[in-house]
């Protein structure tokens, strides 16, 4: 039986899915067992900060690049006749046989169907690649360069309380804050991505920079090299995966 995964932040359309395909994993998030399904359904449409995005695009390059056996189908509301396209409005009675029947694997030649709404690949370059402070990983970048001066400080014998009452440390605070706020502010998008459980690990950093900072915990420890370790596994894995660094950029707010 083959495992099919639904990737949608829309209640309606999981309560839909649940009630009539009960056997379909639905998430409003990428996990990593809707990876690991054999079919992957996506919506047409996703609303993000009130705008409408579609991420065909980096779910296709995605899978076109990592396992072409896996099968990507668009799920919308108008009626289209595009073989990996799937109507709400005339679902079939056994959705594993319609696939199965229908659907094209990228070792074939899957249709899908021209999507009006902004990519929002290019928004997920905004938000992340930058050499600016107001992308997660110039922020990143900085703080990984506020950490390290501290860490020059605490080597040469500086104790907490001592550090604590450094400007660096000041600074190192003011830059983690960004950080942290950059990643709220853009983790509806990451979300979205099927790199997210790589980029959710943020919040493993995070927690171990926060104790950090309100208690001295990890005292010694290179926090400098965590972060710098993050944008190297986890940050780059997608730049690079996309070539973000290689495409246009948008204009930067």
Not at 182 to 198: D, M, N, R, T
Request: hydrophobic share 40%.
């Amino acid at each position: 039986m083959a495992r099919i995964a639904l990737l949608a932040p829309w209640p309606a359309v999981s309560q839909w899915f649940a009630k009539h395909y009960p056997e379909v994993i639905c998430s409003s998030y990428v996990t990593a067992d809707l990876l690991l399904a054999d079919v992957i359904l996506i919506t047409s449409l996703y609303e993000v900060e009130g705008h409408s995005y579609q991420v065909l695009n980096i779910w296709r390059e995605y899978l076109n690049g990592t396992d072409e056996e896996k099968k990507l189908v668009v799920v919308g509301w108008l009626d289209r006749r595009e073989n990996n396209y799937f109507y709400l409005g005339q679902p079939p009675q056994n959705l594993e046989a319609w696939i199965g029947q229908e659907v094209q694997d990228f070792w074939g030649e899957p249709e899908f169907p021209d999507l009006p709404d902004e990519d929002l690949l290019p928004l997920i370059e905004k938000r992340l690649l930058s050499h600016g402070l107001n992308t997660l990983q110039g922020m990143a970048i900085e703080l990984a360069q506020v950490l390290q001066g501290l860490e020059t400080l605490r080597d040469e014998g500086a104790g907490w309380f001592g550090l604590k009452s450094t400007p660096q440390f000041e600074e190192a605070i003011q830059c983690f804050k960004s950080w942290q706020h950059i990643w709220v502010k853009s983790e509806p998008f990451f979300a979205l991505l099927p790199f997210y459980p790589e980029l959710k690990t943020f919040r493993q950093v995070e927690e171990a920079l926060a104790g950090f900072f309100e208690e001295g915990k990890g005292w010694g420890e290179d926090f400098s090299s965590l972060v710098s370790q993050f944008i190297k596994k986890n940050i780059r894995k997608v730049t690079k995966f996309y070539d973000l660094d290689k495409r246009p950029q948008i204009p930067r707010k």
